[in-house]
């Protein structure tokens, strides 16, 4: 079978990469990333490389661009995309950038896999602009135009590759019946914990680069609440944070609140907290829940956290709902009050992971392929019968 991929970032491709190679697929990456700068992929991945000049220059700059300019990057890369290509029996597109390459892949009679790793994109921005408000500010949204043509994305696919239940549900019925769930849980790396010593500042860690998505609202305002004495709040993020007027002054409140811009290694983030957090209201997955839980960090995440489905509700960590400044303190005061709490978490949160691995392989999305490549051999078989 020839696969390609088609993607403007890496992001987390390595891992359907490999798992074709694997297959024995042939595989081929076109993407606006350099070769030398991909990492993790296995050798006998090709690539080709396709033009994304908005994202290059954002990536090589860090500069903030027009939201308008990254949609006709996408679209540009796109069309680039299904100009060039060739020969390919499934084409799996990032979601926003594969509306022409995927007609393109099904006119060769190939398959056409929309990789989304977050959901619908209609309700995920309506939940974005009411995030916003709260916070005293106003949501950048996608373009009308912009938004259509992902809708038609998802319509036009044979197949939506989705990392989670919780955006799976997001989408309408008849969409629905098109997901194929695989967690984009890649191996994580256990790593011993030493206890600190009885008295120590009680050190909650959280990490995330999108405010509005990763609930900090909630966290802040149960944090301020909470008052605890000899605590401190780290949060792994960039200056984002500073951009949204009730963010920016319930820092200015809270004296014990830390933001760390840059960790060269995220284990000793880990190693600092006592206890983790994840209060996500919009998170396709999360891959951080499960760094931390690897970790042997305490953990704590919202059901809107796609990653917790991996997780087993008051074994492996504990479970809140999205939105919900109450049940983050409720939670958040078990693991300061409990050091047995703490300490059966942290000895259990570690096996959970490495049940999730086999032979070094992230088990769940080794399954969502061998489901989704299960789910293309039935419909072909299908429709070649009608």
Not at 304 to 331: M, P, Y
Request: proline share 6%.
């Amino acid at each position: 079978m020839k696969v390609v991929i088609a993607t403007g970032r890496q992001a987390h491709y390595q891992l359907p990469a490999n798992a074709f190679v694997r297959r024995g697929c042939d595989v081929c990456l076109y993407t606006a990333t350099p070769r030398s700068r991909m990492r993790n992929f296995d050798p006998k991945v090709m690539n080709r490389w396709i033009p994304a000049p908005v994202a290059m220059f954002s990536g090589l700059t860090h500069l903030r661009t027009p939201l308008v300019l990254d949609e006709l990057d996408s679209t540009f890369f796109d069309h680039w995309t299904a100009k060039v290509l060739k020969d390919c029996d499934l084409l799996l597109g990032a979601s926003t950038s594969s509306l022409a390459s995927g007609k393109a892949a099904q006119r060769l009679g190939g398959t056409f896999v929309l990789d989304r790793a977050c959901p619908d994109i209609r309700v995920q921005q309506d939940v974005m602009a009411e995030e916003a408000k709260k916070v005293g500010s106003e949501f950048r949204r996608n373009s009308p135009w912009f938004i259509e043509r992902q809708v038609e994305e998802y319509e036009t696919a044979d197949f939506i590759l989705s990392p989670s239940d919780y955006s799976r549900r997001s989408f309408p019925d008849h969409l629905r019946k098109k997901v194929v769930l695989a967690p984009l849980y890649g191996r994580s790396k256990v790593s011993p914990r030493n206890s600190k010593p009885l008295g120590s500042t009680f050190v909650l860690g959280c990490v995330g680069g999108q405010p509005l998505r990763k609930g900090y609202l909630y966290l802040l305002q149960a944090w301020k609440e909470l008052a605890l004495p000899n605590a401190k709040l780290k949060i792994r993020t960039g200056d984002a944070m500073f951009r949204y007027p009730l963010l920016k002054q319930l820092m200015s409140e809270l004296p014990n609140v830390e933001l760390v811009s840059y960790v060269p290694d995220i284990s000793t983030f880990y190693a600092e907290c006592d206890a983790f957090i994840l209060p996500s209201v919009d998170d396709g997955f999360g891959m951080a829940l499960f760094e931390a839980v690897a970790n042997g960090v305490p953990s704590v995440a919202t059901r809107n956290c796609g990653a917790s489905e991996l997780l087993v509700a008051d074994r492996d960590c504990l479970l809140i709902d999205a939105f919900s400044v109450e049940q983050i303190k409720d939670a958040v005061l078990r693991l300061y009050e409990s050091r047995d709490l703490r300490d059966r978490l942290s000895r259990s949160g570690p096996a959970a992971v490495e049940a999730l691995q086999e032979g070094g392989l992230p088990r769940p999305y080794e399954d969502g392929v061998d489901h989704l490549l299960g789910s293309i051999a039935r419909a072909k078989l299908v429709e070649s019968a009608a």
